[in-house]
T-cell receptor, first 116, second 109 residues
Framework: NAGVTQTPKFRVLKTGQSMTLLCAQD?????MYWYRQDPGMGLRLIHY???????AKGEVPDGYNVSRLKKQNFLLGLESAAPSQTSVYFC???????????????FGAGSRLTVL | RKEVEQDPGPFNVPEGATVAFNCTYS??????FFWYRQDCRKEPKLLMS???SGNEDGRFTAQLNRASQYISLLIRDSKLSDSATYLC??????????FGTGTSLTVIP
């Protein structure tokens, strides 16, 4: 049971470089999310997707782009990395809710990104 | 204004103690509510959903007050293994999930 898989797990970038984080889920979930977690800040929603081909902005979308070309994959891109984007990034997914309380998020193990 | 505000802690309690965490949310249209647990440098995992009638899972009791937009978690008979960060989570229309900053709990032998 793979669940949600994030790659890479660790990455060090220089300011201005670009990179893509990949999130893959094998549970046929409709909804997918990208969060960042910084000390004392909790998890903040970057972007999310309610289905294949759709994306939407969350709380802190600036500096990031996303794509959901296939239902099972949700990509997070940094076009020009900045030190402020040093963080732990978590991807999560959930199925379409059929009753209240059914939306349980399944998380990936996280991707630790450092921008120098 | 943040969607979810949570007691920052940290809470340091002896084994066997009872501890309570609180959380408030700002969006009155919020649809579902949860407590997640996060161990150091790990991904969050669901502890329990929170229902209007209140619900219990072993030593854990969650309460929701929609009128006050307030959520609580009570842990009885704390164990060393309960040491973690507890995250209050709210699902708002559009199926967006917002997290509180988390409350750190350390259970001391």
């Amino acid at each position: 049971n793979a669940g949600v898989t994030q790659t890479p797990k660790f990455r060090v970038l220089k300011t201005g470089q670009s990179m893509t984080l990949l999130c893959a889920q094998d549970m046929n979930h409709e909804y997918m999310y990208w969060y960042r977690q910084d000390p004392g800040m909790g998890l903040r929603l970057i972007h999310y997707s309610v289905g294949e081909g759709t994306t939407a902005k969350g709380e802190v979308p600036d500096g990031y782009n996303v794509s959901r070309l296939k239902k099972q994959n949700f990509l997070l891109g940094l076009e020009s990395a900045a030190p402020s984007q040093t963080s732990v990034y978590f991807c999560a997914s959930t199925e379409r809710a059929t009753y209240s309380g059914a939306n349980v998020l399944t998380f990936g193990a996280g991707s630790r990104l450092t921008v120098l | 204004r943040k969607e979810v505000e949570q007691d920052p802690g940290p809470f340091n309690v002896p084994e066997g103690a009872t501890v309570a965490f609180n959380c408030t949310y700002s969006n009155s249209a919020s649809q579902s509510f949860f407590w997640y647990r996060q161990d150091c440098r790990k991904e969050p995992k669901l502890l329990m959903s929170v229902y209007s009638s209140g619900n219990e899972d072993g030593r854990f009791t969650a309460q929701l007050n929609r009128a006050s937009q307030y959520i609580s978690l009570l842990i009885r008979d704390s164990k060393l293994s309960d040491s973690a960060t507890y995250l209050c989570v709210v699902n708002i229309p559009g199926n967006q999930f917002y997290f509180g900053t988390g409350t750190s709990l350390t259970v001391i032998p």
